[in-house]
């Protein structure tokens, strides 16, 4: 079955604590994102990815870290920076990044719940 | 800037009909999704237009008028199930990125 995984679904750290979350997907998309959900707030667009070995600050991009070293990979790092890190978090793919269209549209996995106590 | 607005929440009767809005502003439109998500999971793609009119799937249609930045999702015979949110978002040939709206939250009762 091809899909996007992410582990894992529940996660709690200590504050000042870094934390990786993963992101694999084997629909061999090559673009890829990782967004925050707050309650109330729509998805907010962390980091994302065109391609291997590249990627791009989103609108939050403070206080986290991402890498992209093989193409079914790109995990996020939230680090002691960020001031309020409990969230959801999401990450998705799509075929290719930018072009808007019917069968480009973003892939979701189930997502991590993250809470710093 | 880009700018998508929806209701917060909204409630329906088992069986009936029920149309989700959605106003956007934005500049270099390029499309507009809609997504269903159910609590604690995923967003799932429900609908995509580019072109104003209507688009029909199902149980589920979804509207566009690019002139009036509007777009509405419709969702017919009403089942428990589609108790969830459902999230709007825009794509702009200025910015690689989706826009989401705060989506949703639709309840339906028996």
């Known amino acids: 079955d091809g899909g996007i995984t992410q582990s894992p679904k529940y996660l709690f750290r200590k504050e000042g604590q870094n934390v990786t979350l993963s992101c694999e997907q084997n629909?061999?998309?090559?673009?890829m994102y990782w967004y925050r959900q707050d309650p109330g707030q729509g998805l907010r667009l962390i980091y994302y990815?065109?391609?291997?070995?590249?990627?791009q600050k989103g609108d939050i991009a403070e206080g986290y870290s991402v890498s992209r070293e093989k193409k079914e990979s790109f995990p996020l790092t939230v680090t002691s920076a960020q001031k309020n890190p409990t969230a959801f978090y999401l990450c998705?793919?799509?075929?290719?990044?930018?072009?808007?269209?019917?069968?480009?549209?973003?892939?979701f996995g189930p997502g991590t719940r993250l809470t710093v106590l | 800037g880009q700018n998508i607005d929806q209701p917060t929440e909204m409630t329906a009767t088992e069986g009936a009909i029920v149309q989700i809005n959605c106003t956007y502003q934005t500049s270099g439109f390029n499309g507009l999704f809609w997504y269903q998500q159910h609590a604690g999971e995923a967003p799932t793609f429900l609908s995509y237009n580019v072109l104003d009119g209507l688009e029909e799937k199902g149980r589920f249609s979804s509207f566009l008028s690019r002139s009036k930045g509007y777009s509405y999702l419709l969702l017919k015979e009403l089942q428990m199930k589609d108790s969830a949110s459902y999230l709007c978002a825009v794509s702009s040939y200025n910015t690689d990125k989706l826009i989401f709206g705060t989506g949703t939250r639709l309840q339906v009762f028996p």
């Open positions: 990815s065109q391609i291997v070995n590249d990627f």
């Open positions: 998705a793919s799509s075929i290719e990044l930018g072009r808007s269209s019917s069968y480009n549209e973003q892939f």
């Open positions: 629909l061999n998309h090559d673009a």
